[in-house]
């Protein structure tokens, strides 16, 4: 009986795959792609939306694919970009939870990579079609610039809930070039003018979208662009880029621990630039960047994973990412954001608590005050006066009550200085730049913030970078799937440009008179409101040094 059974389940089973499979499809130009149904959702997965950056158009401009004329199925992700080789911050001792979390990051997550990576993905209502216009949100995302991928990413849940809320919106998700291929930096770089390409590959998917959006029901004027971290970062530098001219490539912006960087002009990656092209064997060259070009994938590979990663010693002061290169970003983005030079759009942006922790494993070993102030003008602020290093230890004191974890009282002071590295960090590379740039923003355009305090619990990492996507995507654990509430106020924001609505709490405006903040908490209110109004002193002065010292 059984047997009969199994057999009859199998003699299905071969019936099903025998049969092909009847996706829904769209028409891009003369072609018909073929994705995938779940339920109310349909996914159009792993299109180029660019020609292969291989071959010679490895480190060139990112070329827009021709007309589509042969049909294809969209049914599966395609492969990430070349990731950098990380190596998480394991020190011996982590607690049990803090290992999980570390392994189950992004950082931790394994990515099928390939140089042939710019694909894009749409993930829509069943329900859309062509005459459908919807608002589409579009995902950037994070990972230091040197690793990530959409596969990690299934946006199917937040279309599932805009259906719920009756907002539909329609969901894309592109790769982009990553570390040296994406953010190669030196004087000949600048001289070719192929600075910051991983950028540039962004804005090449958002006039896909312009162009095939409507195909599956997605109206090209509503687009709001969103990422966490250095996705984040990405969203921001696509606002101030051109100078601030959106070319009506997106509406809006929602900004998830990252914003507009304190960086500066694209010779200063030339050390690293040198190192690869030494290890690549290119020295001898007479045009490097062509002979960069031509490497053996793997030789080249190798060559980007001996450079330092965002767990090395200087962490976020990262081997690879953007800079002034005169075109893409024509001056330090926090210089453009100043003048001016920046989308008058309505954005959200908001940060985790300790945003720092992660970032300060790396440089345990620095124990004392002495070393500290060696550390940041080593590492990080390299021309910063003695004065004004000792100046910025003084507003970020050594006492460990007042470190990150914020809150944490006398826990997690896993060394003497570990804390206190862990509230510069977060406060230089996400806190200060958010807050200077939602106070040179608000009153032209509408801004919202938040920060997240969920996670505070976790050991040694309290609410840590990264622990916002909970709210987002779900959980943090691979593959990352399910809703959290935060994708309430995303849908709302992308639909109507505004994030309130009858779910979830009011959440008020920020303005510099009243920075007001939506606040994530564990625990049994799980919203609430305060003020972006902490650490002022500290932060400021923070602001101040970065705009004289950029990284
Ligand atoms: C399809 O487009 C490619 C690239 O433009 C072109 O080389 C090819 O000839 C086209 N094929 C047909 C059948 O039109
Ligand atoms: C900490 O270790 C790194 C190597 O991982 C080393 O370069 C650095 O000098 C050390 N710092 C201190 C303060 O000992
Ligand atoms: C921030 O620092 C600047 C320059 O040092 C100073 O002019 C300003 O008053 C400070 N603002 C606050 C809020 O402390």
Redesign the pocket.
């Known amino acids: 009986m059984l047997t009969l059974m199994l057999l009859g389940f199998a003699l299905q089973t071969f019936v099903v795959l025998a049969t092909p499979l009847a996706g829904p499809t769209v028409t891009l130009d003369s072609a018909t792609v073929t994705g995938t149904t779940f339920g109310n959702v349909q996914k159009f997965l792993g299109i180029p939306f660019a020609q292969p950056p291989i071959g010679r158009l490895r480190f060139n401009q990112p070329q827009a694919v ?2 589509y ?2 049909s294809f199925s969209a049914t599966a992700f395609g492969p990430s970009c070349p990731q950098q080789a990380i190596k998480l911050p394991l020190i011996s001792g982590l607690p049990a939870e803090v290992v999980d979390f570390l392994v189950n990051s992004i950082y931790g997550f394994v990515f099928p990579a390939d140089e042939d990576c710019l694909s894009i993905n749409v993930v829509k209502p069943s329900s859309a079609g062509p005459t459908s216009k919807l608002p589409v949100v579009v995902w950037f995302f994070g990972g230091g610039f040197e690793i990530g991928g959409t596969s990690m990413y299934d946006g199917s849940s937040i279309v599932e809930r805009s259906l719920e809320l009756n907002e539909p919106v329609i969901y894309v998700s592109m790769n982009y070039r990553l570390a040296a291929w994406g953010f190669l930096a030196s004087q000949e770089v600048k001289d070719a003018g192929l600075g910051n390409l991983g950028l540039q590959d962004q804005r090449l998917a958002l006039r896909w979208v312009q162009k095939y959006i409507g195909a599956f029901g997605g109206d090209p004027s509503k687009v709001t662009i969103w990422g966490q971290s250095s996705g984040a970062i990405s969203v921001a530098l696509q606002m101030v880029t051109n100078g601030g001219n959106t070319e009506s490539l997106f509406r809006a912006g929602f900004m998830e621990s990252g914003s507009p960087i304190p960086v500066r002009d694209i010779t200063n990656g030339q050390k690293y630039y040198d190192q690869i092209v030494a290890d690549t064997g290119c020295s001898g060259s007479s045009d490097t960047l062509e002979c960069l070009r031509e490497v053996p994938f793997n030789t080249l590979k190798s060559a980007v994973d001996n450079t330092p990663s965002i767990f090395a010693y200087q962490s976020l002061n990262l081997a690879w990412f953007p800079r002034v290169d005169g075109i893409f970003l024509k001056d330090d983005p926090q210089k453009l954001v100043q003048a001016g030079q920046v989308a008058a759009i309505p954005i959200v942006n908001g940060d985790c608590d300790d945003e720092g922790t992660l970032f300060s494993l790396s440089s345990l070993n620095v124990t004392t005050q002495e070393a500290l102030a060696t550390y940041i003008q080593t590492e990080f602020l390299l021309d910063a006066s003695t004065v004004d290093v000792n100046e910025l230890l003084s507003v970020y004191p050594a006492d460990i009550t007042q470190g990150s974890p914020f809150d944490t009282s006398i826990l997690n002071a896993i060394t003497p200085e570990f804390k206190r590295i862990a509230a510069i960090m977060g406060d230089a590379a996400f806190q200060a730049p958010r807050r200077f740039f939602l106070q040179s923003v608000s009153g032209k355009q509408n801004v919202w913030s938040y920060l997240n305090k969920r996670l505070k619990s976790l050991p040694i990492l309290g609410s840590a970078h990264t622990t916002d996507l909970l709210n987002v995507y779900g959980k943090y654990s691979i593959p990352i799937t399910g809703g959290g509430d935060m994708v309430d106020y995303l849908v709302r924001f992308v639909a109507t440009l505004n994030p309130n609505g009858n779910t979830g709490i009011n959440w008020p405006q920020y303005t510099t008179a009243n920075p007001n903040m939506l606040q994530f908490n564990d625990g049994l209110i799980p919203l609430s409101l305060s003020l972006d109004n902490y650490r002022v002193a500290a932060i400021n002065y923070t602001t101040q040094l970065l705009l004289k010292h950029p990284l």
């Open positions: 021709p007309a004329n042969t």
